[in-house]
């Protein structure tokens, strides 16, 4: 008998192919829009690991995304028309390949980053995932061989409810996994006390890096779905306020706690398109949530139980 | 050899502005411990302050006495403002994590851009002509005079700096409050002030960053900060974060660096390269170029 965890991830694999088959005459946008929650919820919950459970803070997840998003759309645009692939192979082995390289190159990209800047305690990650994000977006726009500044386009629609609902309950599973294993604790000592955890002996180092390889790694996966979802890539998408986006998702829902995480995914998601119409004033209501927010409930709002008397 | 002179110039012109902005970056680290993401912001408003000044507020321009009236006056804004953001958005954190602080900065730095796009317009605007402009000549060099202003200005500013932090009482309290804030607060140091006081400074720097900024470059936006700011931020890890002179110097360096790669075939990339030299100080010396390990202590 397996354990009650992979059952459940077992059924949402087998829920999202069954609903993924009957999705042929669903209204295409409540797919797309379905579509989009799935991939936040891979978004938020990789960045959870980094910035919730393992208490550090990343602003580059865009950045991942984007690489795991531009090697996945050149693999399926440039292998996909060669070696005779039936529509069924491309979907379903090249499909899930370029995904798998993508979310690799981005795990590779994390670790390059991560090495140098989680050596040290303190914010120096924060600051250069931001660069990271910036000069992945600069490269991206000078590289004629990805489209460059006008973006990579024709890639195919490859991304479909099973996909992108079948990664998300992966990337939770994978998480709440982690998260109970000797890994978890350690993510976990070093976001409560990196001091205390480095007395007990704790390799702090080792850990946040695997955490932040890890978050990378399904960052990547989830830009390859966004592509093969838009059908068209431009750098300026994997900007700065990208990856605020996921970073507000995760901070929303209580840094560390994997369910609020996933709520605040999903509802973000399904009001971003009505929320758009305000323009402008989106970020600066963004911004504002953020402040509010830390001052006023810095453990996140969907958090259970909703209200608490103040222990202090 | 000309050519050369002539990049130094123009180098030692742009990593001025870089050290005035990392000095606030610095300065904010040393009592708070925290990494201000709203002071690229600080330097963007301070910019268009100079800009109002001139095209709103019609104080008439073009004379060095009115181009330094304008220069105070952002210098002016900027403090009222940093203390502001302090007062309202740092103040009810005091003591909280530094994720708690540093994610609150991210609104901040938001906030002020978005909320800039409102008021300011999103289009970039051509940016007036603050000081009489002139050219000079000599050995194959050529040196503008909106370049001399800026070295000129920031020198002075780092002088009166120095004596703030080195010869007045409150700079001696910034000092200990940086070396240990516990202790200084035992001694009756009042730490809220001198907070305030170390925010009213950094940004009336960065405001004098952003008009120098602006006049040697087109164009201003709102979203004009986060590179410069990034950059200068890179300056202040590179002298040594929480290191005054190291701040300054870490400026220098990066905008000579950042004008030297611009000459050469790979300018498209001279962005990327602070980023390149963060990731490499952090791995061969964190502590920066002057600055000490701190030994964190439970």
């Known amino acids: ?312 | 050899m000309a050519e050369l002179l002539q990049q130094l110039i123009n180098g030692l012109s742009l990593g001025a502005i870089y050290a005035l902005i990392a000095l606030g970056y610095t300065m904010v680290y040393g009592v708070l411990r925290f990494i201000n993401f709203a002071h690229s912001d600080v330097f963007m408003v301070g910019a268009f302050v100079g800009w109002y000044a001139v095209n709103q507020w019609r104080i008439p321009s073009g004379t060095i006495l009115s181009g330094l009236l304008v220069l105070g006056l952002a210098m002016g804004v900027c403090a009222l403002l940093g203390v502001t953001i302090e007062k309202l958005a740092y103040k009810p954190l005091r003591n909280r994590s530094t994720l708690t602080v540093l994610i609150t900065a991210i609104g901040v730095s938001l906030l002020l851009q978005n909320a800039g796009q409102k008021v300011f317009g999103a289009n970039p605007k051509a940016y007036p002509a603050l000081f009489p402009t002139s050219q000079f000549h000599f050995a194959g060099v050529m040196v503008s005079s909106n370049q001399l202003v800026v070295l000129v200005v920031t020198i002075l500013l780092l002088g009166g700096l120095h004596f703030v932090v080195h010869h007045t009482k409150i700079g001696t309290a910034m000092r200990a409050v940086s070396f240990n804030a516990t202790a200084a607060s035992l001694v009756g140091i009042h730490i809220d002030g001198v907070i305030s006081f170390t925010f009213a400074l950094g940004s009336a720097l960065a405001g004098a960053g952003g008009v120098l900024y602006a006049i040697n470059y087109p164009s201003i936006d709102p979203f004009m900060g986060t590179m410069p700011g990034l950059k200068a931020f890179v300056a202040a890890v590179l002298g040594g974060i929480g290191n005054l002179p190291g701040a300054a110097l870490g400026g220098l360096l990066i905008g000579l660096v950042e004008t030297f790669v611009s000459g050469t075939r790979a300018s498209t990339f001279r962005d990327a390269i602070a980023f390149a030299i963060l990731i490499l100080i952090l791995l061969l010396r964190p502590a920066g170029l002057l600055g000490k390990l701190r030994v964190e202590k439970v």
């Not at chain 1, 295409?28 to 910035?51: E, H, K, R, W």
């Not at chain 1, 499909?95 to 670790?111: C, D, H, N």
């Not at chain 1, 800047?117 to 120096?124: I, T």
């Not at chain 1, 994978?174 to 350690?186: P, Q």
């Open chain 1, 1 to 312: 008998m397996l354990p009650r965890s992979q059952i459940l991830l077992l059924a949402s694999l087998i829920l999202a192919g069954v609903v993924s088959a009957f999705s042929g005459n669903m209204d295409t946008y409540f797919l797309d829009v379905a579509m989009g929650v799935g991939i936040s919820v891979v978004l938020a919950s990789s960045l959870n690991l980094i910035n919730g459970f393992t208490g550090q803070f990343s602003l580059g997840h865009a950045g991942f995304m984007a690489v795991g998003a531009y090697t996945s759309a050149m693999i399926t645009t440039t292998l996909g028309p060669k070696f005779g692939w039936s529509q069924l192979g491309l979907q379903w082995v090249l499909f899930p390949a370029s995904l798998l390289v993508g979310g690799l190159l981005s795990a590779l990209a994390g670790l390059a980053v991560g090495a140098p800047s989680l050596r040290l305690k303190g914010d120096y990650l924060a600051i250069v995932t931001l660069g990271f994000g910036e000069i992945i977006k600069v490269v991206l726009q000078n590289v004629e061989a990805v489209g460059g500044a006008r973006g990579l386009v024709a890639v195919p629609g490859h991304t479909n409810l099973f996909w992108t609902f079948g990664t998300a309950a992966l990337t939770v599973y994978v998480v709440w996994a982690l998260m109970n294993s000797t890994y978890g604790r350690g993510f976990l000592a070093v976001a409560d006390d990196e001091v205390a955890a480095e007395a007990m002996g704790l390799n702090t180092t080792r850990y946040k890096i695997i955490a932040f390889a890890v978050g990378s790694f399904f960052a990547g996966i989830a830009g390859g779905l966004y592509a093969h979802l838009k059908g068209y890539l431009n750098p300026t998408g994997f900007d700065f306020n990208k990856s605020i986006e996921i970073v507000i998702m995760v901070i929303l829902g209580g840094m560390g706690k994997h369910v609020g995480v996933i709520v605040a995914a999903v509802v973000l998601t399904a009001v971003q398109e009505p929320l758009r119409q305000l323009g402008d004033w989106r970020m600066i209501l963004y911004a504002l949530i953020l402040i509010l927010l830390m001052i006023l409930r810095p453990q996140g709002l969907f958090v259970w139980p909703l209200w608490t008397k103040k222990t202090t």
